[in-house]
Structure formats: C-alpha cells, structure tokens
C-alpha cells in the first residue's frame, strides 16, 4: 500500500511568534495545531503565562491560516465565508500581542 502524495493541508505552515522568538506556534492550512518551539527564556515564565501566550500565537497562525484560504478563494471569484478572517482583523489581533 502506498502513501497519498501530501496536500497543500500538510505542507503549508503559519507561523506566529513572540518578539523575542521563544514561543513559536505552527499550524496547517487548515487551522490545525503542528507545534509550537519553546527556548529557555520561555520556561521561565509562570505556567498561566506561558499558556496564554501559547493561546494568543495559536490563535494568531489560525488567522492567519483563514486570511490565506480568504485570499486564495477570492482571487479564485469564490463566495467566501464572513466566518474567514479579513486582513484588517488579523492586523488588529497581531498588534494586541504585546510580548
């Protein structure tokens, strides 16, 4: 039995990261979680805070992800879900991570 040949739904990856890079998040051209890298300046943190800061980059790659299936989608005259995120509403939640 031979493998199916992968997708653009596993190759593809956004990315988001903390200004100091010690917390990066990936996930899939789905949305979906791949991992996130933490260096040592991240284990410092309080548990609560290294989880909400995992939270908040997660969340920003998913936007991310949907803003790429938005644009791909109407570059092809699809109609497009309002549920996708607009480029202007991953600007404002990018700007909200303050670490």
């Known amino acids: 039995m031979s493998e199916a040949p992968p997708t653009d739904f596993d190759t593809v990856v956004f990315e988001a990261a903390s200004r100091d890079e010690s917390i990066v998040v990936s996930v899939g051209r789905s949305g979906n979680s791949l991992g996130v890298e933490l260096l ?12 909400n800061r ?3 980059l997660n969340t920003l790659a998913h936007l991310r992800s949907q803003l790429a299936l ?3 989608w109407e570059a092809s005259h699809v109609s497009v879900s309002s549920a996708f ?3 202007e509403q991953v600007a404002s939640y990018e700007a909200l991570i303050d670490f």
């Open 70 to 72: 938005r644009e791909e």
């Open 54 to 56: 995992i939270i908040k």
């Open 40 to 51: 040592a300046e991240a284990m410092e943190l309080s548990d609560a805070e290294l989880a």
């Open 85 to 87: 995120a607009t480029a």
